[in-house]
T-cell receptor
Framework: DAEITQSPRHKITETGRQVTLACHQT?????MFWYRQDLGHGLRLIHY???????NKGEVSDGYSVSRSNTEDLPLTLESAASSQTSVYFC????????????FGAGTRLSVL | GDSVTQMEGPVTLSEEAFLTINCTYT??????LFWYVQYPGEGLQLLLK?????DKGSNKGFEATYRKETTSFHLEKGSVQVSDSAVYFC????????????FGKGTMLLVSP
């Protein structure tokens, strides 16, 4: 069955370190998204991609970057982790059709100490 | 800009009670509307959707009707179960195919036996 997987599921890092969260989907979807989930804020869009070599900034992109070198993967990099980036991160993907249904991974819980 | 407003939770109900979770939206054009559900420790999954005014989405006993005149998409279920305990997110997208989702902040539902 097609799926979307995130790794690691849990990560603890120190302030100032570079961190990369992986997202891999086997749906062959063109569209991929990264969100962060925080209490009181719901889900906020960080970056998204509509295809290979395409990336776009979302609502809360400062301090994050992504690159899309193939259809399956959209890694999220925190250039220099800050305590404010402690959160749960979700990756999602969707087909480029009228349905606009996004399929989510199980999430990565990141703690920056 | 586009936005979604949900009632704050938690909503606490006894098993077999009637559920309503309110959702209103602000958007340009004619958005598609979604309800996603997040069970503990998991990612979000689509519960139901509606793409045009007066459409009713339904799934697993949940229903929501797209009301353009009141810009609302309230989620209802006639008889909740303990297994319905989760966080529910209302969301919209304004352009098919290449569109991000705008989420509400989520409403936690707790159902007791």
């Amino acid at each position: 069955d097609a799926e979307i997987t995130q790794s690691p599921r849990h990560k603890i890092t120190e302030t100032g370190r570079q961190v990369t969260l992986a997202c891999h989907q086997t749906w062959n979807h063109n569209n991929m998204f990264w969100y962060r989930q925080d209490l009181g804020h719901g889900l906020r869009l960080i970056h998204y991609s509509y295809g290979v070599q395409d990336t776009n900034k979302g609502e809360v992109s400062d301090g994050y970057s992504v690159s899309r070198s193939n259809t399956e993967d959209l890694p999220l990099t925190l250039e220099s982790a800050a305590s404010s980036q402690t959160s749960v991160y979700f990756c999602a993907s969707s087909e480029s059709d009228r349905q606009n249904i996004q399929y989510f991974g199980a999430g990565t819980r990141l703690s920056v100490l | 800009g586009d936005s979604v407003t949900q009632m704050e939770g938690p909503v606490t109900l006894s098993e077999e009670a009637f559920l309503t979770i309110n959702c209103t939206y602000t958007a340009t054009g004619y958005p598609s509307l979604f309800w996603y559900v997040q069970y503990p420790g998991e990612g979000l999954q689509l519960l139901l959707k509606a793409t045009k005014a007066d459409d009713k989405g339904s799934n697993k006993g949940f229903e929501a009707t797209y009301r353009k005149e009141t810009t609302s998409f309230h989620l209802e279920k006639g008889s909740v179960q303990v297994s319905d305990s989760a966080v529910y997110f209302c969301a919209l997208s304004v352009r098919s195919g290449y569109s991000t989702l705008t989420f509400g902040k989520g409403t936690m539902l707790l159902v007791s036996p």
